[in-house]
């Protein structure tokens, strides 16, 4: 019996194949934003002078003739990272399994092939519909209160906000969906490839658990340091650090007070 093989004369549609370069533009956007993000909460592992050095500074107080910096940039920042984050979650859907009989197949599939790529893509898919919630308040909770950033304001929110279930769960949802993410973007694109394929991803299978640990150690160590601040800073909830501005303050107090003699000089 003779084949045939027939052949779709209509040209195939490039909408799929831009789709997905968006859905990895805005993953490496949030990955490497994911990197800054925990580095900059994990500042308070240095002091509460150390976080609000940092998130003024995020605020451009440095710009500021009060020094108390603009809120409104964080506002930006966080409506920019919320923007991206929901589109990439839309793009992310068109691959998530959405019925139970899908999500069987793929699992009897991991099962019977053992494929660690694929087990990789799965962590993304669970940790990505997590995040989709947690992700979502977090980011809903920064947009509506924009100058909510310090040692004490963060570590309320923590504690005396009981939010502290919410974040754990976001940081290993994170930590995990992030590294998995870039490390599957840089196999996708061929980045860092080099000469030897299979060496170049059991090196870069290197870096991201590595990676995985790093973030995860400090982001919970970071969040520790905010339960025990929350704890202490109880009976003052909502009261702002003003550990710079009170230097500041007694400085510009002193000078004003200082002999007319003494201060020309």
Known sequence: MNSFILESTEKKSRIPARLDFLQSGTG???GLFIWGHLLFDSSIILGKNAFSFVSKTLEFAFLSESGH????????????IFTIFIIHALLGIRKFPISWKQHRIIRDQMQMLDHSETTLWYIQAVTGFFMFFAGSAHLFVMLFNPSGIGPY????RIVSGHMWPLYIILLVCVVLHGNIGLYRLCMKWGWFAGK??????????????????FYLTIGLLALLVFVVIGINHRDKVGKKYRGHGTVIEETHG???TAPVGKSQE
């Open 28 to 30: 490496l956007i949030l």
């Open 153 to 156: 304001m963060s570590a309320d």
């Open 69 to 80: 910096g603009f809120p409104i940039a964080v506002f930006f920042a966080v409506a920019f």
């Open 196 to 213: 030897d394929a299979r060496k170049s991803r059991e090196r870069l299978k290197k870096v991201k658990n590595r990676l995985i640990v």
């Open 254 to 256: 002193l000078e004003q």
